[in-house]
């Protein structure tokens, strides 16, 4: 008689506990959101402070300067909703700006990029109406890691080898705090960023200088951020500074202190889709959350219950689908304040019954948008052939940095459910250290997702003052039969909702657990347009682990799929949490060496 455990092999066990789990793309910030739990914050105070330790420990991922959309259950609201951090394009991003700049496209680094800083005020709004806390017990741990310094992991150092050459020649700034005794840091140097440090110190005792009521403190540390020294020193970079950026050419920044005074983050009703007995939660149209539903959609026109999760048809069918998914976000998707967007027809069954009779047993070569009377835009599609250049780890949403520092897809992600049952999934980015240059004041960099715009005016993402880019970050939320089950997401740009789904199908229709279905072979299409610049598309390209069977990727390739091979460990980089009862799982990805899950 053996005994042996006959589980399937998996890269770390499923956490299971029923005091709470938290997980995230960095071990330092796990380590902090559980600990907030378990000094007495919810989910919500535990997620803030994971987030502004994320900033700190995962500069090349995400930045104070950044933006993030955050999905909650809250148990004493008793329902789900979205918060919008995703910040809009300045009053002075007009089309006709950027054309006057010999722009064709908006650049995918340096000031011109730069939208409405939108992270610290979201934290703030979910501290001050959905925590416990007092800003001094989120806050304190990032100050103290910016301070004391924290261990550089590998793909940072790597990140700051790549932009080197611009850091010395043209963003001095930021070699100032990434150069330091001009030189690359080696990984696991003991790293500290001390004008960050100084910075959130300032907020923080400007805050206190309100007294001791906690919402008269965040409130103050707002107005020390939108209306105080933060904005006013970003208003004074932008208009002093030409700043080298990926179209080759200098320019400076359109962003100023009033329209960081401006912008509040709104909450907001997530966009739902019913998948048997789920309920799945996304942000709505001005981020790409809802071609996951879309995805959805069209699968359940099919039978995948047996599959196998690595098998051709399995990644046939998803594959196809994301492909048309992914050709109606390029022709619709936008800031539904600025255009009609048709969201319901898009996700209706008789819209995605047609659409679904275009997938056959052969992969589609051709990029085909759907069609709705009255709506959307002609999509021009900017073909590569070949490998795209620069794009690391087969373009698995790790930093991918080229001559001028253009990136794609550098992110974080975390989720947090407490002992209560409060939710919250949540999908920081943008203020990569490699996206602009260092502000000196702050010890930050503003962010680059206005290169998601198109500056051209018919479009539903057209440039504009005011307007939010669509977004790629994709935080996910389930219900299952009507009651909150699970919260994941990933790291990843244009991957995020293909791996998000490929999680979320092994997980219902192969029946594996949280951990088994991360640690499941993963792939992705490049099929249609990426969002970061340049913005191209290679029709007809799947990317697979080389994990995945050579069966399968036989059986694919003779069924029209251009297949290329990635590492065994190179497609995505998810985390998750769910529960049920009282029992609370978390797993966490073991790719690329981050990926972190703690419970109790």
């Not at 401006?262 to 809802?290: F, H, I, M, N």
């Not at 087969?394 to 002992?419: C, K, L, N, W, Y």
Request: glycine residues 10%; contains cysteine.
């Amino acid at each position: 008689m053996s005994n042996i455990n006959p589980d399937p092999f998996t890269t770390r066990p499923e956490i299971e506990g029923t005091f709470g789990v938290v997980t995230s793309t960095h071990w330092i910030a796990t380590a902090i959101g559980m600990a907030t739990l378990e000094k007495g914050g919810n989910a919500f105070d535990a997620g803030v402070a994971t987030a502004f330790t994320l900033q700190v420990v995962e500069p090349h991922l995400n930045g104070p300067g950044g933006d993030v959309p955050i999905i909650v259950h809250d148990t004493k609201r008793g329902r789900t909703e979205v918060i919008c951090g995703q910040g809009p394009a300045p009053s002075g991003a007009t089309i006709a700006h950027y054309r006057s700049e010999g722009l064709e496209m908006v650049p995918g680094t340096g000031l011109l990029a730069a939208c409405v800083p939108g992270t610290f005020e979201s934290w703030m709004l979910l501290l001050r109406d959905y925590g416990t806390l007092r800003l001094r017990d989120v806050l304190e741990p990032a100050i103290a890691y910016a301070r004391d310094g924290y261990p550089l992991v590998e793909r940072a150092a790597a990140t700051i080898a790549t932009v080197e050459q611009l850091f010395r020649k043209h963003w001095s700034t930021s070699a100032a705090v990434y150069l330091p005794n001009n030189e690359v840091p080696k990984p696991g140097t003991l790293f500290t960023n001390k004008t960050l440090s100084e910075t959130y110190a300032r907020i923080l005792k400007e805050a206190e200088s309100a007294g001791s009521d906690r919402v008269a403190q965040i409130e103050r540390a707002r107005k020390a951020w939108s209306h105080g020294f933060v904005a006013e020193a970003i208003d004074k970079f932008c208009r002093t500074q030409e700043i080298m950026d990926v179209s080759g050419s200098p320019h400076r920044g359109v962003l100023r202190a009033d329209d960081m005074a401006r912008w509040q983050p709104s909450v907001e009703a997530p966009l739902t889709y019913d998948y048997g007995r789920y309920t799945v939660c996304k942000p709505g149209v001005w981020s790409q959350g809802p071609v996951m539903l879309q995805q959805l959609a069209l699968l359940k026109g099919f039978e995948l219950d047996g599959l196998d999760p690595a098998g051709p048809e399995f990644i046939h069918l998803q594959v196809e689908c994301a492909k048309l998914a992914f050709a109606d976000r390029e022709k619709f998707y936008g800031d539904p304040h600025f255009s009609e967007i048709p969201i319901a027809t898009l996700l209706s069954d008789a819209y995605n019954d047609a659409r679904r009779k275009l997938i056959s047993d052969r992969a589609s070569l051709d990029f085909v948008p759907g069609s709705v009377e009255g709506f959307g835009s002609i999509v021009k599609l900017r073909r590569q052939e070949g490998q795209r250049e620069a794009v690391g780890a087969m373009g698995a949403g790790e930093p991918t940095v080229g001559r001028f520092g253009e990136v794609s897809g550098d992110t974080v992600h975390f989720d947090i459910i407490d002992q209560a049952g409060n939710m919250i999934s949540a999908t920081p980015s943008g203020g990569w250290l490699q996206s602009s240059p260092v502000i000196p004041e702050l010890g930050f960099c503003l962010g680059s997702r206005a290169q998601m715009f198109w500056l051209e005016e018919n479009h539903p993402a057209a440039l504009a003052p005011g307007k939010r880019p669509r977004t790629t970050l994709s935080p996910t939320m389930a219900l299952r039969d009507g009651e909150p089950y699970l919260a994941w997401g990933s790291p990843g740009g244009d991957q995020q909702d293909q791996w998000n789904t490929q999680f979320f199908l092994r997980h219902v229709h192969a029946k594996l657990n949280l951990q088994e279905a991360i640690d499941a072979p993963a792939w992705h299409s490049e099929h249609f347009p990426i969002s970061f610049w340049p913005r191209t598309a290679r029709p007809g390209v799947l990317v697979v682990e080389n994990r995945v069977p050579k069966a399968t990727v036989d059986t694919l390739k003779s069924r029209g799929h251009i297949v290329e091979t990635g590492p065994d460990w190179s497609e995505g980089r998810l985390t998750a949490a769910s529960k049920v009862g009282r029992r609370r799982r978390a797993a966490a990805n073991p790719r690329g060496m981050q990926g972190y899950a703690a419970g109790r």
